[in-house]
Each structure stands twice: as structure tokens, then as C-alpha cells.
């Protein structure tokens, strides 16, 4: 990653979580410690963010949420044509009229693009994607109750009463993941699988959107065993003996093709 490229996303990070430790950089932007120690020490000499003991402080701290995870921000910067190529194939998985879950992640959030014609009722916790379906789509959109996280762009309730999640049936659900495996559909925070369990609670179909790094990605908690999944949408670069655990679980498995134009998308970002 480039200097530039990495000192705007520190900036992000550090306006988003108000205190960064070096320890948390070095993970998210896969980069040394030495190389992190200097890009903060370029950034504050700026007068763009605060030298601390082991990381950085925004000029301006706020009081926001927290989650366990890699932030939206960071997200929305990788695997950028393999999340459009799957966007695309799973989308091709709704039929007009339909109900659809969105779960909030970035790959998802790819969604939009093709749903963009459909007549759809959809209901997702995400900010991101909700403001582009108004924007962009035909569709009638609803939204849960509860605190937003800014930091992963999420509507999450620790809260069991209902809202418009209890009333809402879907057909089809589709998520992100931190990673999957033999032992399910993995996540890093105890919260958002709280809320991502009731989400799939409302949902008959469940497919999960994810780039052949998930499937190699592990976590020490599940939000649903495999066997709960339907579908695994997936690019191309997936590993055959990845794969085989998740068909051997009885789950379809659709292959996206990355295509020119989705490269093109990922070179202009």
C-alpha cells in the first residue's frame, strides 16, 4: 500500500475511533510497526491527528460506539472487483416482487448496483445501502431500531422487543462474513451476531456473499452452523479444497467471474 494511500486511511480510523493504538494499524493495513510509528509521526507533525503513547488521537475525540473488526472504511478498500463480480451473481438469485434481508457490510453493499430496477421489499441495518436503494432503487426500504454504529455503518439493538425487524418476512437473506468454514458463517463481535441472528430468524434463504480470503478467515465465534446456509456466492480465485467444505455441507456454491470492468472499478478507487 502506498504512503498516501495508508495515511488517509489512519485518518479515517482515527477520526472514527477517536484512539487508534499502533498495535491495531499494523493489523488493518497490514504494515510494520516501524512504518506505522512514522506515517503518525508525518501525520502529526501535519497538524492532522495527536502523537499518543502507542498509536494516535483525533484532534477532535468523540464519544461513539465501538465494535470488534475491521472498520467500513477499510473495508470498502479491498477485494473491490471480486466484491462487485459477486454482487452481481447474487443478485441474479432475486426474483421480482421478492422480500430481501440485507445484512451491512461492504460486499453487500455492492448489492445496490443490480437490484437498482426491482420492485423489492428490503429490509437492512446498513446506512450505506439503504441511502443508495432510495437513491437508486424502486424498492420500499425498512429499517430496524437501535444504535448506530458509525464505525461498520450499522443499526445494531442488544435489545429483544420488537421492532420492524419481528414483523418483517424475507425470502432471501443476504450477508457478508467475517469468514466461513466447517464449523458456520463467522463474526468478530458478540453484539452484531446478536443482531444478525435475528435477522436470519426472519429470513427462509440464506446466502452468503464472501471473496475467497472468508473462506480462509477464522473466528472464535459463529453466528449460524453451515448447514443453515443455502448458498455461497464466491469469486473465482477460491480454493478447491476451501470449497469442498462447504459442498460437502450440502451448500450450492455459485463461482463469480471477475470481469474487466469490475478491475476497472477497483484501478479508479
Not at 445494531?156 to 420492524?164: K, V
Not at 468454514?181 to 441472528?197: F, N, Y
Not at 452468503?208 to 464466491?234: G, N, Y
Request: proline letters at 4%.
Amino acid at each position: 500500500m502506498l504512503e498516501r494511500e495508508r495515511h488517509r486511511l489512519i485518518l479515517k480510523l482515527v477520526e472514527e475511533r477517536s484512539v487508534v493504538s499502533v498495535g491495531d494499524l499494523v493489523d488493518l493495513l497490514d504494515a510494520s510497526e516501524a512504518t506505522i510509528r512514522r506515517d503518525i509521526i508525518a501525520l502529526a507533525d501535519r497538524g492532522e491527528l495527536k502523537r499518543v503513547r502507542g498509536g494516535a488521537e483525533a484532534l477532535r475525540p468523540r464519544h461513539t460506539p465501538h465494535l470488534v473488526g475491521v472498520p467500513f472504511v477499510v473495508n470498502l478498500e479491498t477485494a473491490i472487483a471480486e466484491k462487485r463480480a459477486i454482487a452481481r451473481a447474487a443478485a441474479r438469485l432475486v426474483e421480482p416482487d421478492d422480500s430481501v434481508i440485507i445484512n451491512g457490510g461492504t460486499t453487500t453493499l455492492r448489492l445496490v448496483e443490480f437490484l437498482a430496477g426491482l420492485d423489492l421489499d428490503i429490509l437492512t441495518n446498513s446506512f450505506p445501502i439503504a441511502a443508495d436503494l432510495l437513491v437508486k432503487a424502486r424498492s420500499r426500504i425498512t429499517l430496524p431500531g437501535g444504535t448506530v454504529y458509525p464505525e461498520q455503518n450499522i443499526i445494531l439493538s442488544p435489545f429483544e422487543e420488537a421492532d420492524a425487524i419481528d414483523h418483517f418476512a424475507g425470502r432471501i437473506m443476504f450477508t457478508g462474513c467475517y469468514g466461513v468454514g466447517r464449523l458456520g458463517w463467522m463474526e468478530t463481535d458478540p453484539l452484531v451476531i446478536q443482531s444478525e441472528r435475528r435477522l436470519l430468524k426472519r429470513a427462509e434463504r440464506l446466502v452468503v456473499m464472501a471473496d475467497a480470503r472468508k473462506l480462509r478467515a477464522r473466528s472464535a465465534m459463529v453466528v449460524t452452523p453451515l448447514e443453515r446456509v443455502d448458498v455461497l456466492v464466491t469469486d473465482s480465485s477460491a480454493r478447491e479444497e476451501d470449497l469442498a467444505i462447504v459442498r460437502e455441507a450440502g451448500i450450492e456454491v455459485v463461482i463469480a467471474e471477475v470481469l474487466p470492468e469490475d478491475r476497472a472499478l477497483e484501478t479508479a478507487a
